[in-house]
Structures are given as structure tokens and as C-alpha cells.
């Protein structure tokens, strides 16, 4: 990984108010596992920057 790259983890509320995909088609993609994300007891963090990278290769 580049030394310069930076992650950013955004809550899914943070995410879609990126403008990218609304909230509620990020919460069921990821209850269907399919965003780059972690999680930490109830709440889930997703990987800004790969979700963006994972849509450019869709």
C-alpha cells in the first residue's frame, strides 16, 4: 500500500450523505455483505475509498 494513501471509514448516514448511493441501498447491500465495511458492535464503518473504487469497476 502507498505510504500517502489515506482510509477513511464513514458510518453508512456519512456515506450516503456523499451523495454516491442513497442510505437505504447501502444499508441492504450491506446486510448482504457486500460493501467493504467492518463492525464494531452495532455500528458498521465502511471503507470510503474502496466502496469508490469497487462502483468504478462495476
Known amino acids: 500500500m502507498e505510504k500517502n494513501k ?3 471509514f ?3 448516514r456519512q ?3 456523499r451523495g454516491i448511493l442513497p442510505e437505504h441501498a ?3 447491500l450491506s ?3 457486500r ?3 467492518i463492525k464494531i ?3 458498521i464503518l465502511i ?3 474502496k466502496l469508490i473504487e469497487q462502483l468504478e469497476n462495476v
Open 10 to 12: 464513514l458510518t453508512i
Open 26 to 28: 447501502l444499508r441492504i
Open 6 to 8: 489515506k482510509i477513511e
Open 41 to 43: 458492535g452495532n455500528k
Open 47 to 49: 471503507n470510503f475509498p
Open 35 to 37: 460493501l467493504p465495511q
Open 31 to 33: 446486510k448482504q455483505n
Open 15 to 17: 456515506t450516503a450523505a
